[in-house]
């Protein structure tokens, strides 16, 4: 699938709105394969108005490797429209983009043998201007995302410096629904009767 240009003066539209997923994102879970620094791809998630400053880290494959594979889980399910990568240059840019939705644990074996939900030939993207458009309607209920990055342009090593990611959040946090539900209807055996306390009900801890 071909990339979109980014068809408008974000002066007149709230781009860093419509780019804001990262807030969603669970960053300490964040893991990539094959980087070169531990725990570096966590730098590559910030704001669309910093997608291309390189003060703050970046992600690259070790050398003589360019493959990578990014697990992403969110804070709350997501609907997600478009994809934007910004790549080193030199031939360190990714060239192609799989995405898996909520498959845990994938590896690079299983990466090459799976059917992705989506793929694209991507283009270097130095200046964040290109983004990469979603079959929306697979794109929902998204809990988390895996990125494989199998090849570059021909570097050593495969650079990443930005990953942005447009859509919209769900009400759905993870992780939270449990708890209300249980407060919303709370066990009878869980609390004491009004006789049994001398008035008013209180929770048995």
């Known amino acids: ?6 068809d408008h003066a974000c002066e007149d539209h709230n781009c860093a709105a419509d780019w804001s997923l990262y807030n969603h994102i669970d960053i300490p879970k964040v893991v990539a394969l094959n980087e070169s620094v531990p725990g570096s791809v966590k730098s590559v998630f910030k704001p669309w108005e910093q997608r291309l400053e390189t003060s703050g880290g970046f992600l690259e494959s070790n050398e003589g490797d360019p493959e990578l594979l990014i697990f992403i889980p969110f804070t709350s399910d997501v609907k997600i429209k478009s994809i934007s990568v910004v790549g080193g240059a030199d031939g360190t840019s990714p060239s192609r983009m799989r995405v898996f939705i909520n498959r845990e644990g994938i590896d690079f074996s ?7 939900v989506q793929e694209w030939e991507l283009a270097e993207n130095l200046q964040g201007v290109l983004e990469y458009q979603t079959r929306y309607s697979r794109f929902q209920g998204v809990a988390n995302l895996t990125l494989h990055f199998p090849d570059n342009f021909g570097g050593d090593a495969t650079k990443i410096y930005y990953i942005g990611l447009r859509g919209e959040a769900t009400q759905n946090k993870r992780d939270v629904v449990a708890t209300i539900v249980y407060e919303v209807m709370p066990n009878p055996s869980d609390h004491k009767t009004k006789s049994e306390t001398g008035g008013g009900f209180s929770h048995v801890e």
């Open 110 to 116: 299983d990466a090459q043998n799976m059917q992705p």
């Open 1 to 6: 699938m071909a990339a979109c240009l980014h």
